[in-house]
């Protein structure tokens, strides 16, 4: 399809206070989401009834306004709003004899384009063969007409034996998949647990898609001495699902609060049950955090529903209890215009503590320098100013300790090495022994 349709349905019976708003931004954004699809929306027709109609979605009168215009704007076919049911995306087909496609078929028809790595390419495998399982009858309804045979296709059409075929071949795949899929994640967890032991907080960059994550991840990079164009880059575009898989990258400070930052998929109003359980495993890294970077498009004026999906999808994945800081990006461009770089306090997060907020503008130097200065005071929160007094011939600790602790001074004794560190209190309980207790030399 090339040019298409939008149609939408508002359901009145499960309609809400502030629901009607709410589908007509989820009509806007069905409409970036065809053309993020490479597609070109033509038009839009919605219908308010109290339920969608069970077999066509929209009334017969709807039905027909529907094929009239579809005419009059040479339109290739037509995309639903909602999640159809197989009944619905065949007897729509039937009665406009057009292409049918609805908001799940399309948000994973734009994920297989986008994405890039293996594990990306398997999930999104896996959510399009489950998607289209219960949906290949009406793909073979033309040839489901009687033939010749012997034994036990002998009464089936062609239509039904190449079913059958399929519905095995998607299964076997579905089987092959999941596999591959398991060997993935142990790899992950794998890595996981490198990171675990290196100590590094690691903070997590979440929010709807096409609210500047990636750009805040490359402008850490080229702060903190990564060039431009660098492998280490992540993918960055002004569109939606720029980028699917999941980058971690090590910043690197310069004081010795190095911190580990990830980003992965953004998220979307009605994204689809099939692609949450197939990006589960990798969305379940941001359970791993020690912080959370909810980024928001300050400058987008629904912003505020966008942030109620980010933050329903957070509680659903677990991740509702950890620390979380609201990262208003794109302040340059929001109206009426905002201060920034400026951090607030003004609202509690998922755990009920106070959480801070920073208004930037990820493009700009001043904003990274001054977000990458509230992470770094955020994670590094539990760390205390601590003496320790080493002997020689436990120099592995005292290595540790530079590596992964603030070190603010070392001096060198006749017994060892004298550190004093801004520490983690799990190294402090770990080498207590080392201590040295305030008011003694």
Same mark, same amino acid.
């Given at each position: ?93 039937? &009665? $406009? ?14 994920? #297989? *384009? +986008?994405? !890039? /790595? @293996? ?56 089987? &092959? $998949? ?14 996981? #647990? *490198? +990171?675990? !032991? /290196? @100590? ?242």
């Amino acid at each position: 399809m090339e040019r298409v349709l939008l149609i939408g349905v508002f359901e009145t019976e499960k309609a809400s206070r502030g629901d009607d708003v709410r589908f007509e931004m989820s009509m806007k954004e069905l409409d970036a989401l065809v053309s993020a699809c490479e597609m070109k929306p033509v038009g839009m027709s919605v219908q308010q009834m109290p339920l969608a109609n069970k077999a066509t979605y929209v009334g017969a009168g709807k039905l027909s306004e529907i094929q009239a215009r579809l005419q009059e704007l040479s339109a290739d076919g037509i995309v639903a709003n909602d999640t159809l049911t197989p009944t619905q995306l065949r007897n729509l087909s039937k &009665e $406009l004899k057009v292409e049918v496609m609805d908001r799940t078929a399309l948000i994973l028809e734009i994920f #297989k *384009k +986008r994405a !890039r /790595s @293996r594990e990306a390419r398997l999930q999104v495998e896996l959510a399009h063969l489950q998607y289209i399982k219960p949906r290949l009858i009406g793909m073979w309804e033309k040839q489901n007409r009687q033939g010749g045979g012997s034994g036990a296709t002998s009464a089936k059409g062609e239509g039904e034996t190449q079913l059958e075929l399929d519905r095995r071949q998607i299964d076997h795949r579905l089987v &092959e $998949l999941r596999k591959n899929l398991k060997v993935v994640e142990q790899e992950r967890q794998t890595q996981r #647990k *490198k +990171r675990q !032991r /290196s @100590r590094l907080p690691l903070v997590s960059l979440i929010g709807y898609t096409n609210v500047g994550k990636s750009a805040i991840m490359n402008g850490m990079l080229r702060r903190f001495g990564m060039k431009t164009g660098s492998e280490k880059d992540v993918f960055e575009e002004n569109m939606l699902f720029a980028t699917l898989d999941t980058s971690i990258r090590k910043i690197e400070t310069g004081d010795n609060r190095d911190f580990m930052l990830s980003d992965t998929v953004g998220f979307v109003n009605k994204l689809p049950t099939g692609l949450i359980e197939a990006f589960k495993s990798t969305l379940e890294e941001l359970t791993e955090a020690d912080l959370l970077l909810h980024v928001i498009d300050v400058s987008d004026p629904e912003y505020h529903d966008r942030m109620a999906v980010t933050e329903d999808m957070i509680k659903e994945l677990g991740a509702g209890d950890i620390p979380v800081i609201y990262v208003y990006n794109k302040a340059d461009a929001a109206y009426p215009p905002v201060e920034y770089p400026r951090v607030v306090s003004e609202r509690a997060d998922g755990s009920g503590k106070p959480a801070k907020s920073i208004y930037i503008c990820a493009r700009e130097e001043s904003s990274i320098e001054a977000l990458s200065l509230l992470i770094a005071d955020t994670v590094y929160g539990d760390y205390r100013e601590v003496t320790m007094q080493i002997p020689f011939d436990k120099g592995g600790v005292a290595s540790y300790l530079q590596q992964n602790a603030v070190v603010l001074s070392t001096e060198y004794n006749e017994t060892g090495t004298r550190i004093t560190a801004r520490c983690h209190r799990a190294d402090i309980e770990k080498y207590h022994m080392y201590v040295i207790p305030k008011g003694r030399s």
